[in-house]
């Protein structure tokens, strides 16, 4: 897998930001739900999104929302 690299702005200039995975599906829900705005709404023509929930009940298995 090609490493991505990302900068983020810190203390008035960029530090490299270190890809890693999440240690578990919550973990990453949690992530999510307190910065939706990582997710590209834009670029997908749905504007600035809002976090609901992290799982929706359909009548059998859990889905994602």
């Known amino acids: 897998m090609t490493e991505r690299r990302i900068l983020r702005t810190h ?3 960029y530090a490299l930001a270190h890809e890693a995975p999440f240690r578990s599906e919550a973990e990453l829900q ?24 992290t799982e929706f009940d359909l009548g059998g298995v859990p889905a994602l929302v």
């Open 11 to 13: 203390g008035g200039g």
């Open 30 to 53: 949690r992530a999510i739900a307190e910065h939706p705005e990582v997710l590209p709404s834009d670029e997908l023509g749905l504007g600035p999104l809002a976090s609901l929930a």
